[in-house]
């Protein structure tokens, strides 16, 4: 048997709406955003298993946030690995998205960083490695920092996974930033090596701003796989019609910080530019909402400059709700970024905040900001300047027409910059890399074909004896505890060779596509080429209505229905039938809702069954799914247009041919033209 050479799967037209994004890697540059609707054809990959590392909070890091729900809204099952937070559990299941969390300390030092990135690098990479094994996966997406943190996927890579880099940061500049070290020194140079590496070592990847982009490039990584995906804030939790602006109460004035508590984001700037002004404007006041380690020094400075009773601190982080109606009650908000190297080329998220929640801006200057927003979008001040912040708070609150006019600004230049259209961005990535075939073309990847053909070599040389012997052994030894006879594989010499042979199923594979949640009272199970009956043995564990096994062979369907009697007491399913028939003139029973195929026919054989199963569905319009284990007749499947793919499990042998014979796909039989429009009518 050859496996079918189409890998993609393409949905027809009329099946599933879609909106994309068709971007180059320069799109989120200022003045160049391009947004197309291409309609429902490009939508071309199937929904597939992804898996996404972050080392921080998941719930307190709103980009991993707003890509994961773009992800799971997309219809992909998602597995997020992230660090643990006090009183949160280990694991965590919500519909298609499961959140694994790895206790770690919050580093403090320049030791403790490398010891804490070190510890979540491996623990990531033992998880995420396990995982994949245990349900591969098509994608898994690593956050920096740290960007080395791209290696946990390692696994996942050599058995045929892309990795995608999501660069929040620069390293080179954060380190040398955050621990006053000198980019020419060679602690920095090894950490640029670092970051190249990680570049080279993923996929593809993309970063923050376009400032950021560039100075990777200027580094050595690839133009043609750095993309951009800008932080913009997510419209459905930050809803300016649920909060809408409304100001303080008379007599005040509210300034609004929130985000991070750190001395780098300018807190004691803010302070003192309130302390410059709380004489001049007597109802002036500023609320801090989040936590950090500038907590305790901020306020010590408040009382030291006498407005202790002005600024008020959360000290805590606080649910969305509180924050979002703080926004809406404060007059301006202030993001007083001390500016550096670093900071120079980023974004802050609480800019975009501010921007969507229609409040006017105070913010320090920096090279990435005045990029994308002009003069006329925000009150400017210089950094670590409490005199020029006090000037811009002055001129808001003198100015009330002023201020309107700035978040109008804001709001049109916000507009190529809004998330719904950067996901669409993020979205075209990530599905050009579900899209890509086997054969990279060498601008994504770095794994030749040769190199990954010398890999598949010599492990069929080497190891791959031993561990089908480990398998096999395994396998006699699940089947002895069960008391049945479904092992070896049998020619089918007497019959066509479009017949194929037989060969069990894995034990796990029914359960990794298809779960108990997903079988209802009223739902038929039919397997078409039944052999043993594994298959059959394994649905019955289902609460299936009925199950049944159709096999040609006489000599094999004799063994499944001994193997079904001898188990029968045990089975959650008790009307499992075995019948001995050619499929070519089986006509499949219309209140059956669940066909399994283990590559069991090929050619005309497989067309006349699936052609037969249509029959049925057209006689009686059902919701009806097919589990296609194996799938070389994948492209005529997609010739019918009478499937949708719901699901898609890679297989998890060591080399990517013999991986490929373990694949499944989970399908949907779509309703025919004619009971569609009659539908719709």
Request: glycine share 6%; hydrophobic share 40%; charged share 25%.
């Amino acid at each position: 048997m050859t496996p079918s050479s189409c890998r993609g799967w393409v949905i027809r037209p009329g099946t599933r709406p879609a909106r994309r994004c068709v971007s180059c890697a320069g799109d989120n540059s200022p003045g160049k955003y391009t947004y197309v609707d291409r309609g429902v054809a490009l939508m071309k990959h199937p929904l597939a298993r992804i898996c996404v590392i972050r080392q921080n909070l998941f719930a307190y890091d709103p980009r991993v946030q707003r890509e994961v729900a773009a992800l799971v809204d997309a219809g992909h099952e998602v597995d997020v690995i992230c660090l643990r937070g006090d009183g949160e559990p280990l694991r965590e299941r919500r519909g298609r998205l499961t959140v694994y969390r790895v206790p770690s300390a919050y580093p403090r030092s320049r030791s403790s960083y490398l010891v804490s990135y070190s510890c979540f690098l491996g623990a990531a990479a033992i998880l995420c490695g396990l995982l994949h094994l245990r349900r591969p996966y098509a994608l898994v997406q690593v956050h920096s920092l740290p960007d080395v943190l791209v290696f946990a996927a390692v696994v996942p890579k050599l058995l045929g996974a892309r990795v995608v880099l999501d660069l929040h940061e620069m390293m080179v500049e954060f380190f040398c930033t955050k621990f006053q070290v000198d980019s020419r020194s060679l602690r920095a140079k090894t950490v640029a090596f670092a970051e190249q590496a990680s570049i080279r070592f993923a996929d593809f990847a993309f970063t923050c701003t376009n400032e950021m982009r560039e100075a990777f490039i200027g580094r050595g990584a690839d133009a043609e796989k750095l993309g951009v995906v800008l932080n913009a804030s997510d419209e459905e939790v930050f809803d300016v019609e649920r909060h809408p602006p409304h100001g303080s109460s008379e007599g005040e004035y509210v300034l609004i910080c929130h985000g991070s508590v750190e001395e780098r984001y300018g807190v004691d700037t803010t302070i003192r530019a309130v302390a410059l002004l709380h004489e001049e404007i007597p109802g002036l006041r500023l609320e801090v909402y989040g936590k950090g380690t500038y907590l305790e020094e901020g306020r010590r400075l408040a009382r030291d400059l006498g407005v202790g009773d002005r600024v008020r601190f959360s000290d805590a982080w606080v649910p969305f709700s509180t924050l979002l109606e703080a926004i809406a009650a404060a007059d301006a908000g202030v993001v007083a970024i001390k500016r550096d190297p670093f900071r120079d080329l980023t974004h802050c998220n609480k800019m975009y905040d501010l921007v969507t929640m229609r409040r006017p801006v105070l913010i320090a200057r920096t090279r990435s900001v005045e990029a994308y927003f002009d003069e006329n979008c925000f009150e400017y001040f210089e950094s670590d300047d409490p005199e020029g912040l006090a000037d811009g708070i002055r001129r808001l609150y003198g100015n009330p027409r002023h201020a309107e006019e700035l978040v109008a600004r804001a709001a049109e230049a916000l507009e190529p910059y809004r998330w719904p259209r950067q996901r669409e961005i993020y979205r075209s990535y990530i599905e050009a890399l579900l899209m890509a075939s086997d054969a990279k073309d060498g601008r994504v990847g770095r794994l030749t074909l040769t190199a990954r053909g010398t890999l598949d070599r010599l492990f069929s040389r080497t190891l791959r004896p031993y561990f089908v012997s480990v398998r096999d052994a395994l396998d006699r030894r699940v089947e002895r505890r069960h008391g049945l006879d479904t092992f070896g594989k049998v020619l089918m010499e007497e019959h066509d060779a479009e017949r194929g042979f037989y060969k069990p199923l894995p034990w796990g594979a029914l359960a990794r596509i298809l779960s108990t949640d997903d079988v209802g009272p009223d739902d038929v199970f039919i397997d078409l080429g039944a052999g043993k009956g594994r298959a059959v043995f394994l649905a019955a564990g289902y609460p299936f209505k009925r199950v049944i096994g159709v096999e040609l062979a006489a000599e094999l369907s004799a063994v499944a229905r001994a193997n079904i009697e001898q188990v029968r007491d045990r089975l959650a399913c008790q009307q499992v039938e075995i019948v001995t028939a050619d499929v070519l003139a089986y006509e499949i029973p219309d209140d059956v809702t669940v066909v399994f195929f283990y590559n069991p026919f090929q050619g005309e054989v497989f067309a006349s069954a699936i052609r037969r199963l249509l029959e049925s569905v057209d006689r009686r319009p059902r919701r009806v799914r097919v589990i296609y284990v194996y799938p070389t007749q994948l492209e005529y499947l997609q010739s019918t247009g009478r499937f949708r793919l719901v699901r898609r499990v890679r297989g998890w042998r060591p080399t990517r041919e013999w991986a490929r014979s373990y694949e499944i796909l989970l399908l949907e039989v779509l309703p025919s033209p004619a009971n569609a429009q009659h539908q719709a009518s």
